[in-house]
């Protein structure tokens, strides 16, 4: 997959940074509104090796407030101005599922990549926008709307469901002559306690869509819910998990925590080699 002119390599598992700039992320929500602390975050993310800062200026926690396609796109504008000056050569994506964000984001910013929660479902226009602007698009799956989405989901097969929605996705977006399309199963967007669980353990059969992969458990309360703790206490929790998708062949992690994403990377990829 090209992104910004370089061959990205899947063969070695990326690192997606998250950078929330909103005041009410369910972990770090007003952690990195202001300029200081939004580029002290970034260089901290570079230094531990981050591969993609993706920002995020609308929060999709359950039942998050519904923010203004003006005050989204005033806080991320902000954002990429400052990314955009003080670290140029870094591979931003925009987590967004509006589809003039995205081309603005795009356009007039230099992003590189979009991730869109919804797959399309909450703006019709993403799609063709993707198509237009060349860009890779993280497609992630969820059910329902952030505002409902966890009242109460329910699934067939949540693994094969799930297979069912991408594959059509992907041959949609196909037809429309998007091929750099990255996958992510969307952990915690309606989704049981155990469907997340189910999702984690049937990781391996998305590798039948030929896509990388991401995944995002990073704090999210399938960890806290289960073993009783707060986000700030669920770094060890995440690190679990994650090692258990790249055992499974995940592509990406998207985490708060670029070092330990970083070092699980390190050692399952030893690994791996060793089993070669």
């Known amino acids: ?42 260089e901290k993310m570079i230094l531990e090796g981050v591969d993609f800062i993706d920002i995020g200026a ?17 806080r991320l504008s902000e954002t990429m101005e400052l990314l955009r000056s003080g670290f140029p050569e870094s591979i931003i994506s925009i987590d ?44 992630m799956h969820m059910q329902g709307i952030p505002q409902t ?33 990255i996958l992510d199963p969307g952990f915690g967007f309606g989704k049981t306690l155990d469907h997340n669980y189910t999702l984690m353990n049937g990781l391996e ?14 704090r999210k309360s399938m960890i806290g819910k289960f073993l009783g703790c707060t986000p700030d206490e669920a770094l060890n929790g995440t690190v679990v998990l994650n090692t258990i998708a790249l055992m499974k062949g995940v592509d990406i992690l998207r985490v708060h925590d670029v070092k330990e994403a970083v070092e699980a990377i390190r050692i399952v990829t030893k690994l791996k080699q060793l089993n070669k």
């Not at 967004?96 to 995205?102: H, K, N």
């Not at 329910?154 to 949609?172: C, M, P, Q, R």
């Not at 059969?205 to 990073?218: C, D, E, T």
Request: with cysteine.
């Open 205 to 218: 059969q998305f590798s039948v869509l030929n896509k990388p992969i991401m995944v995002g458990v990073s």
């Open 58 to 74: 609308y929060s999709s926690r359950p039942e998050a407030a519904v923010i203004s396609y003006e005050e989204e796109l005033k």
């Open 96 to 139: 967004t599922y509006r589809s003039g964000i995205a081309r603005k984001m795009v356009e007039e910013y230099g992003a590189n990549m979009i991730n869109d929660i919804s797959a399309g479902d909450m703006d019709k226009e993403m799609f063709c926008t993707i198509a237009d602007l060349q860009i890779p698009y993280v497609m």
């Open 149 to 181: 989405m966890q009242k109460n989901p329910k699934y067939d097969n949540v693994v094969k469901d799930i297979l069912s929605v991408f594959a059509g996705k992907v041959e949609e977006l196909k037809l429309l002559g998007v091929d750099n399309v």
């Open 1 to 42: 997959m090209k992104i910004k002119g370089q061959l990205i390599d899947f063969s070695v598992p990326k690192v997606m940074g998250v950078l929330n700039v909103t005041p009410d992320s369910f972990y770090d929500g007003g952690r990195y509104t202001v300029e200081g602390k939004i580029v002290s975050k970034v």
